[in-house]
């Protein structure tokens, strides 16, 4: 089955730019979704195929992806942003399934 | 506003049943995939199932593939999840969602969730 890998946790200090990857074989083929969730909240699609943004979410979120990691970044990071992030893709490769990554703990300094 | 209200949740024992329900209101219900999701306490998410607009297509997580099944009533904008065999591993909160634009799309509305607890 296809695995998303996400690193456990990412600080970064507030007006700087936090980096989360998503890695997985060849995921610069396949269109990455991206979520932000706080404790105690429902999920919120903050990018989607690969750097599309929602109506509502601010530019400061953006997208990439290659290869086999994609990227979200978080520019001039604010104390709201902190929160726990997951990739998820469509898998169609034995049958067909989203995969989430594992999750990246994003701490405001 | 564009809502999804998860209920159903509840306490049950291992090998029991539960059925939840996803209300949706503010959008036309038929024109969307959606899905379910579930999250387990104090791990990530897990996608569980997804259904097409039309319940053309169907599709299921391995880990509950022939114990939980899928179903929506268009008419009634309401969305279904039969979960049967129940272990304790499904223990979760789930929630359902909807997906943008067809399959595989990302999933731009969230209910609350709804609690379920797998237990003796």
């Known amino acids: 089955s296809y695995v998303l890998t996400q690193p456990p946790s990412v600080s970064v200090a507030p007006g700087q730019t936090a980096r989360i990857t998503c890695g997985g074989n060849?995921?610069?083929?396949?269109?990455v979704h991206w979520y932000q969730q706080k404790p105690g909240q429902a999920p919120v699609l903050v990018v989607y195929?690969?750097?599309d943004r929602p109506s509502g979410i601010p530019e400061r979120f953006s997208g990439s992806n290659s290869g086999n990691t994609a990227t979200l970044t978080i520019s001039r990071v604010e104390a709201g942003d902190e929160a726990d992030y997951y990739c998820?893709?469509?898998?169609?490769?034995?049958?067909?399934?989203?995969?989430f990554g594992t999750g990246t703990k994003v701490t405001v300094l | 506003e564009v809502q999804l209200v998860e209920s159903g949740g509840g306490l049950v024992k291992p090998g029991g049943s539960l059925r939840l329900s996803c209300a949706a209101s503010?959008?036309?219900?038929?024109?969307?995939?959606i899905n379910w999701v579930r999250q387990a306490p104090g791990k990530g998410l897990e996608w569980v199932s997804s259904?097409?607009?039309?319940?053309?297509?169907?599709y299921y997580a391995d880990s509950v593939k022939g114990r939980f099944t899928i179903s929506r009533d268009n008419a009634e904008n309401s969305l279904y999840l039969q979960m049967n065999s129940l272990r304790a591993e499904d223990t979760a909160v789930y929630y359902c969602?909807?997906?943008?634009?067809?399959?595989?799309?990302?999933?731009?509305?969230w209910g609350q969730g709804t609690t379920v607890t797998v237990s003796s």
């Open positions: 969602a909807r997906g943008m634009d067809g399959s595989g799309s990302g999933m731009d509305v």
């Open positions: 503010g959008f036309t219900f038929s024109n969307y995939n």
């Open positions: 259904i097409s607009s039309r319940s053309s297509y169907i």
């Open positions: 060849n995921i610069g083929s396949k269109s």
């Open positions: 195929d690969d750097s």
């Open positions: 998820q893709v469509w898998d169609t490769s034995s049958d067909h399934h989203f995969v």
